[in-house]
């Protein structure tokens, strides 16, 4: 789950990572008001799930609050689109009002799983304010890392040898060092996948500050954070996903336009694979879970074909424990309560297979019963163009 720049910070400060003083604001008069209340020049920061901001015009610089309320004015009800969002952008409904500090250097702190090693790991670097793929890239070797263990954070040690490899001065390691142990800290306690800090600055009078944050909490682990579900902002997610998981659906919405509707997250991305393979492009990512009703397949199905790209849909089923009759029985009644018209392919194996098939057949529904994956694919991208 994503959360907003503010969002982060606040949990972050709880942490004990110096973040700068700001407010958020939903309306001009809000702006105007934290303006006031932080003094001076401020930041005007739009509040996306995405990165860009700045190129994009999200973020300026105001020298007094009434400069602040004309930046507001523009930006709030704006489109921006970054490298991040796509063409289609994202409206601006909300802005963090930031008090403006005195930036010596701009570096990089980030915690993030390691799946090779089984293991999160700590990554510092002096190539702060750039994006990171960008700097793993071009200059990998400005990248330092430190392994974590679970339930230890960052020790003391590490945290030294990353802020003296990022050349911080002398004065200002223990205060990085420290910032560095609560971002890990912060990390582990609220069970991120992500937590980020880019730039993290120091100031010219040796201070450091987490001027960005981007935190991404683990679906999973919610269960344990019920307080950090009301971040959860709807307006920044896609509608069809967010319908999806209303009904227990993994969903990712893709570019393509051949539907796909599967059981297993192994398959649906083997699944995807081989409609690539077969000249085809993919409109989503869709597991229904290994034990699916037929009421999941029917609203599945309806998320589906609520995507206006989708040309056809294929369905690549396992049949387990979501036996292939269940599944045929939820494809026929979704079928004829949609009403469908694009054409669906359907690739079934497992327990009940004979009989699902034979629901399909005899619906009396526009249904292609395919013979192997290979089959599937390729009869789909053909009736798909």
Do not use: W
């Amino acid at each position: 789950m994503k959360i907003h720049e503010y969002q982060g910070k606040a949990i972050l400060a709880q942490y004990k990572v110096p973040v700068p003083r700001g407010e958020v604001a939903y309306t001009v008069e809000e702006a105007e008001a934290a303006a006031k209340k932080i003094g001076g020049s401020v930041v005007v920061k739009a509040q996306i799930h995405a990165g860009g901001r700045g190129k994009g015009g999200g973020v300026k610089i105001a020298k007094n609050a009434a400069e602040a309320a004309e930046i507001a004015k523009k930006m709030l009800g704006m489109t921006l689109v970054t490298h991040q969002t796509g063409p289609e952008g994202r409206v601006v409904q909300r802005l963090l009002i930031e008090e403006t500090l005195p930036i010596e250097r701009e570096l990089y702190l980030g915690v993030v799983l390691d799946r090779t090693l089984g293991a999160p790991v700590f990554m510092a670097s002096s190539a702060g304010g750039m994006e990171i793929e960008e700097v793993a890239e071009k200059t990998p070797e400005l990248i330092l890392k430190e392994t974590l263990k679970p339930g230890f954070g960052l020790a003391p040690f590490q945290a030294r040898k990353l802020a003296f490899g990022m050349g911080i001065p002398a004065s200002s390691v223990n205060a990085a060092a420290a910032a560095m142990s609560a971002l890990a800290k912060a990390y582990e306690a609220i069970d991120c996948s992500l937590a980020e800090i880019n730039p993290f600055i120091l100031t010219k009078d040796g201070k450091v500050y987490a001027l960005d944050a981007k935190v991404n909490l683990d679906d999973n682990a919610l269960y344990r954070h019920k307080d950090l579900l009301e971040l959860r902002d709807l307006n920044e997610e896609d509608p069809l996903e967010v319908e999806a998981s209303r009904f227990g659906l993994n969903y990712i919405k893709l570019e393509g336009n051949i539907a796909c509707m599967v059981n297993g997250a192994g398959l649906a991305m083997a699944t995807m694979d081989i409609i690539k393979y077969a000249g085809g492009r993919p409109a989503n990512f869709l597991d229904v879970g290994g034990g699916a009703s037929a009421e999941q397949v029917k609203n599945a199905f309806r998320i589906l074909l609520s995507d206006p790209s989708v040309k056809a849909v294929l369905i690549n089923i396992f049949g387990g424990i979501l036996r292939c009759d269940t599944l045929a029985s939820g494809v026929i009644a979704a079928a004829r309560e949609l009403e469908i018209k694009i054409p669906v392919v359907v690739r079934m194996e497992g327990t009940n297979v004979e009989l699902g098939q034979q629901l399909l057949k005899e619906s009396g529904l526009n249904f292609t019963v395919a013979d192997g994956m290979k089959d599937a694919a390729e009869k789909v991208v053909r009736l798909a163009q």
